[in-house]
């Protein structure tokens, strides 16, 4: 069952919250072996994007299978601009969309992939127009059970959500600066191990393998195996 639909026990009252499972119940090193290299997978993304969007719902499928081998990661897609008070860069759906970006890059820093992933896709539940909004990030840092004021996200971020803090506009610039070096402009560009295999821009573009949830399952599979010189049997 896809992670999505878990998404909504966490938004329900505490009573029911307490009851809910755990997002990911999958350890990763239970699946890869110890010294296995996994699969790096980047997708190049703006936080407010509709094409962002459907991609993430998608790779919430892709590892359910592939989870214990694929290391990904969210890079973001924008303009470098000094002149830009708050961020130093400019973002296609404007500040707010900087501000999430902010918000689920130090997220991913300072707390672990599970509770990550469940940020990002509690932002993306609550409608992509409060992505970056404070409420909405300090809520769903709640909800995945990140220490907002005391893991380091918070301060990375700005505590009171704004996606304004200093280390957070540092790795957005950052980010910026790699989705540049490696040709990416559109959202949603993905890139497997190092190689651009899709872009949804409106409509699926330049999918050569393929675009559905096991296409993109059998390349990973393809690139553990090319990398690690064995098979995985997830899919």
Request: net charge negative; aromatic share 6%; glycine share 12%.
């Amino acid at each position: 069952m896809s992670l999505l639909p878990r998404i909504v026990l966490l938004i329900l009252p505490a009573v029911v919250l307490a009851l809910a499972p755990p997002l990911f119940t999958v350890q990763y090193d239970a699946i890869a072996g110890l010294d296995d290299v996994r699969v790096p997978v980047l997708l190049g993304v703006t936080s407010r994007g509709p094409d962002a969007l459907l991609c993430e719902a998608v790779f919430d499928q892709v590892l359910n299978r592939v989870i214990g081998i694929t290391d990904l990661k969210l890079i973001y897609v924008g303009q470098l601009n000094p002149s830009e008070p708050d961020f130093g860069v400019e973002c296609l759906h404007g500040p707010d969309e900087c501000a999430g970006n902010v918000q689920q890059l130090c997220v991913a820093k300072y707390t672990n992939p599970t509770d990550w992933w469940s940020f990002v896709h509690c932002q993306n539940y609550q409608g992509r127009d409060r992505i970056g909004t404070p409420d909405v990030a300090l809520n769903c840092a709640k909800i995945a059970g990140i220490d907002w004021e005391g893991g380091g996200a918070g301060d990375c971020a700005g505590l009171d959500g704004s996606g304004r803090g200093s280390e957070g506009v540092s790795l957005l610039q950052e980010s910026v600066r790699a989705t540049e070096a490696l040709g990416i402009d559109k959202s949603c560009t993905i890139l497997i191990n190092g190689r651009q295999v899709c872009i949804h821009d409106r409509v699926w573009k330049e999918c050569q393998a393929g675009h559905n949830p096991g296409d993109f399952v059998r390349q990973i599979n393809h690139e553990y195996e090319r990398l690690n010189g064995d098979d995985y049997s997830g899919e």
